[in-house]
């Protein structure tokens, strides 16, 4: 009969377990078929679903985790004390623990860290009486916040609830009729200052935070989150460059030593290999050394435009802006900027050949060679962090001293290739 009721009519079935008492809900929901109870839990308050698993026997535990979808699996692991976290997280597979990992990979310093993620959240076609009821049934075992915030079928955040506003209304409004929609949210990976500064100006003591999706995932108070302010922002920085992102300013020089010299052997043999490029054409620089005067030049203008694409593709990794199948999109569309931006800056370049030398062809030749480096520095700096991020590697560290070599690589081949191909002119 029980299991019946809640294939039924799930929501209203979920209502009526929170209404029980802790021990009372754990019963049912291992009464029930395991497939069924996996819905349950997704329907459930993710704290009060958090609370009934917190003290579950280790055969039901497995059998739930296995079952959990990894979204559902992190909000609930948020949710957990320590030690419950962990008798869960050793039923997970390895595939879900890394999707588990991914979603909870706010950046330091983000509101992310500090949010708070116990929160009540009510679906939009609620009625207003069974509100009223929910939220008297779960602030007798606690209530969070003084906001109620009404979510629809994606947890996506529509509206707060207004108390006077929910008291008033007639019972069978719908909490989408009665919620507020003139939201003020704040993303999870917003820096902490930034935020602090946002909730300050509108007075607020607390905020909702969403994600890209404007899915709710907690509330940032304000007492908490200037507490927790720390001055974190430079650990990607120092990862970019070849430095670890845990050295400070006074570790140890041994600490130190082996955070850095890995990549500056790395950095060198990256440096022999544009080195090599050149040698091979030690020819033609021999015989026009001005061809000498502009590999810093091809070399700084490819740099500079890879850590243009570079800066903008690390930052849509981090706040998981790229989706899969917009990958190669966004790769094609960094490579048109760098033809565009090549075709700017060769003719640029080229002009300034011509009136140096008084031969145009040079002109022509470090024109072309320009465009050429200018694209691959745009394809390079927009796939290179994205190459690292598919095979495991994290995507800050040292991305600018691979991004340094291919363009240097790639631009002295292109610029002497094309001053090998023009040489007779070059020379006459």
């Known amino acids: 009969m029980v299991q019946k009721f809640f294939e039924y009519d799930l929501d209203t079935a979920a209502h009526i377990l929170e209404s029980m008492t802790e021990e009372e809900a754990a019963d049912v929901l291992k009464a029930l078929p395991m497939p069924l109870s996996v819905r349950v839990v997704k329907v459930l308050q993710i704290s009060y679903a958090a609370t009934l698993l917190k003290d579950a026997d280790e055969a039901f535990l497995r059998e739930m985790t296995s079952h959990l979808d990894p979204q559902s699996a992190t909000s609930i692991l948020m949710r957990l004390p320590q030690e419950a976290r ?30 708070t993620t116990d929160i009540i959240a009510l679906k939009m076609e609620s009625r207003a009486q069974e509100a009223i009821e929910k939220i008297r049934s779960l602030a007798k075992k606690r209530f969070p916040s003084s906001y109620v915030y009404v979510v629809d079928d994606d947890n996506r955040l529509v ?10 209304a007639d019972p069978d409004k719908t909490l989408d009729e009665i919620s507020r929609k003139d939201l003020f949210a704040l993303h999870c990976f917003m820096d902490r200052h930034e935020a602090a500064g946002e909730l300050a100006k509108r007075k607020f003591f607390a905020a909702p935070v969403v994600d890209s999706e404007n899915r709710i995932l907690g509330i940032i108070k304000a007492e908490r989150m200037i507490h927790g302010v720390r001055e974190d922002a430079t650990k990607d920085i120092q990862r970019m460059f070849g430095a670890g992102g845990d050295e400070r300013v006074f570790s140890t020089i041994w600490f130190s030593l082996k955070k850095r010299l890995p990549w500056l052997h790395i950095n060198l043999a990256t440096a022999f290999l544009a080195a090599a490029v050149v040698a091979l054409f030690e020819g033609i620089i021999a015989q026009l050394t001005i061809l000498a005067v502009f590999l810093p030049v091809v070399a700084g203008q490819g740099g500079n435009a890879g850590a243009q694409s570079l800066a903008v593709v690390m930052r849509g990794i981090v706040m998981r802006e790229i989706p899969k199948d917009k990958i190669f999109q966004l790769v094609l569309k960094e490579g048109k900027i760098g033809a565009i931006n090549g075709i700017v800056i060769g003719a640029v370049t080229a002009l300034v050949a011509w009136l140096w030398y008084g031969n145009p062809y040079l002109g022509v030749v470090i024109g072309l ?59 006459a």
């Open 86 to 115: 962990e008798r869960m997280t050793r039923h997970l597979s390895e595939k879900i623990k890394g999707q588990i990992r991914e979603l909870l990979e706010y950046p330091e310093g983000s509101i992310g860290r500090t949010m």
């Open 369 to 427: 060679g320009m465009l050429v480096n200018l694209i691959f520095a745009g394809l390079a700096g927009a796939s290179i962090p994205l190459i690292m991020k598919k095979i495991g590697i994290d995507p800050a560290q040292s991305s600018s001293i691979i991004l340094t070599t291919v363009t240097d690589v790639l631009g002295f081949l292109a610029f002497l290739g094309f001053a090998v191909m023009f040489q007779d002119a070059l020379i």
């Open 159 to 168: 509206g707060v609830l207004n108390m006077r506003d929910l008291m008033l």
